[in-house]
């Protein structure tokens, strides 16, 4: 990416600091799930550790959750021999303003620029949403998936993870609902239409990591995050307890949840009516390595309301926030994340009630 410039330069108080603290987030073992021979003791268990770990963390990671570690390997791989290329085939791929799905290193977050490339792909081809965020306009577009020649198998990986993905989040979504008192399928309806997606990040290594951010501090705007990585640490979470930055260490093969606002869950967030709440969390760079991620988004229908779920309002929990436009709030953040619109991103609590 050449020399540093000022756009990628964060503020004093959002540089990482040199030492870091490093504590495990929670780590949920899923394997009585997956079995399929789970006690009802042991399934409560697992229900209970992931409720907690949503109070109080808004991440966790699972291990032994059953998705492929082979296709995993296979997109990761794939995914590579992309990023390696020049960046006048990437940009063959590349999107803009009106096509706002595949290749782009200039994205933006809180208006500062990441140090960092990125590809986008959507689960559904095509994707329903709104044609611009104006509230008053109700036309709806289609994205389309922009898939690049080379590497010639790293469309047929991609989706082939994505299936994975899918699956392995609506099984998560079912466990956050049981922790919540839902029904397990509670959630499954709104994402009937889905407007899902999956990044690719590639993080080149930095000359300047303690000025600059891979990905700066902010908040997922969907229902929940599936993250997969390499072995480069690189993720940090504000702590809820001291708001205290700790940096996440991966377990072999595991994925790592946002569920607060990530994948971080915004809208989980406001269903929840703030009983999980989001969290914060940014990228450091390495100076001397690459570090790439895999983040699965699993976001409802662009038409999906959403507001707090009237099962767990009453006198006592009256509603926190107003309902929105799932689609409109979509689309204006994947504007504003590489157009610099000289105002902060559009934010959960500007849906707040007061």
Avoid at 321 to 342: A, C, D, E, H, I
Wanted: aromatic residues 12%; proline residues 6%; hydrophobic residues 35%.
């Amino acid at each position: 990416m050449g020399e540093i410039d000022e756009a990628f330069i964060q503020t004093e108080e959002n540089r990482a600091k040199v030492c870091m603290i490093e504590e495990g987030i929670p780590v949920i073992d899923l394997s009585p799930l997956v079995c399929g021979s789970s006690s009802e003791v042991c399934f409560e268990e697992v229900v209970r550790e992931i409720g907690s770990a949503c109070r109080e963390w808004g991440f966790f990671q699972v291990i032994n959750h059953g998705s492929s570690v082979e296709s995993r390997q296979k997109m990761e791989r794939e995914a590579r021999k992309f990023f390696e290329q020049s960046k006048e085939q990437k940009n063959e791929v590349r999107r803009d303003g009106v096509h706002v799905i595949g290749y782009f290193d200039s994205e933006l977050t809180r208006n500062v620029r990441d140090w960092k490339e990125v590809f986008d792909y959507t689960i559904e081809e095509p994707t329903l949403v709104p044609a611009s965020p104006d509230p008053h306009d109700l036309t709806i577009t289609h994205w389309y998936n922009k898939w690049p020649q080379y590497p010639p198998h790293l469309r047929e990986a991609l989706e082939e993870y994505s299936k994975e993905m899918e699956e392995l989040a609506l099984k998560l979504m079912e466990l956050i609902a049981l922790s919540l008192g839902l029904e397990p399928k509670r959630f499954h309806g709104f994402f009937k239409d889905q407007t899902s997606w999956i990044r690719l990040n590639f993080y080149p290594p930095c000359p300047s990591p303690d000025l600059v951010l891979g990905c700066g501090r902010h908040k997922d705007s969907g229902a929940l995050t599936v993250l997969a990585q390499d072995d480069v640490c690189g993720l940090e979470v504000k702590r809820k307890s001291d708001g205290q930055w700790v940096r996440v260490i991966p377990a072999p093969n595991a994925y790592i949840i946002n569920v607060g606002a990530v994948i971080e869950i915004i809208i989980l967030q406001v269903w929840s009516n703030e009983t999980y709440e989001s969290v914060e969390h940014r990228v450091i760079l390495n100076s001397e390595k690459e570090r790439l991620s895999y983040p699965f988004f699993l976001t409802p229908a662009h038409y999906t309301m959403v507001q707090p779920l009237e099962e767990l309002l009453n006198n006592q929990n009256p509603p926190k926030y107003r309902p929105y436009n799932w689609g409109k709030f979509f689309v204006t953040r994947k504007r504003s994340n590489f157009v610099n619109l000289n105002v902060q991103n559009i934010q959960i609590y500007d849906f707040k009630i007061n």
